[in-house]
């Protein structure tokens, strides 16, 4: 069996994370989100509270690390792709912020 290099391991993990964060927001916005209007108010503030304090395990650790992934891989991309391409992405990722 052979080994897949650090670099190649790197570009697997962030394209999973890739995924990965694209799922939770579809759940949030297909599911989570259109759930809590059937709730009355009372429970909708336990739910919530208790939605708020599970995020930074499910979305906001994988949403640092994958932006830690994009950063890196303004050093570590793959061979074929010119770092313009990447700087464009950049680009249009900070437009989106903004």
């Known amino acids: 069996?052979?080994?897949?290099?650090?670099?190649?391991?790197?570009?697997?993990?962030n394209l999973v994370l890739?995924?990965?964060?694209?799922?939770?927001?579809?759940?949030?916005?297909v599911d989570i989100f259109r759930t809590?209007?059937?709730l009355d108010s009372k429970t909708f503030a336990a739910v919530q509270s208790v939605h708020w304090k599970k995020l930074p395990y499910w979305v906001f650790i994988p949403v640092g690390l994958s932006l830690i992934g994009a950063v890196a891989l303004l050093w570590y991309h793959?061979?074929?792709?010119?770092?313009?391409?990447?700087?464009?992405?950049?680009?249009?990722?900070s437009f989106h912020i903004h």
């Open 1 to 13: 069996m052979a080994s897949i290099s650090i670099i190649k391991q790197f570009l697997l993990m």
């Open 36 to 38: 809590w209007k059937l």
């Open 78 to 93: 793959p061979s074929k792709i010119p770092v313009w391409e990447i700087l464009l992405a950049f680009g249009f990722h």
């Open 18 to 29: 890739a995924f990965y964060n694209v799922g939770t927001i579809w759940a949030h916005e």
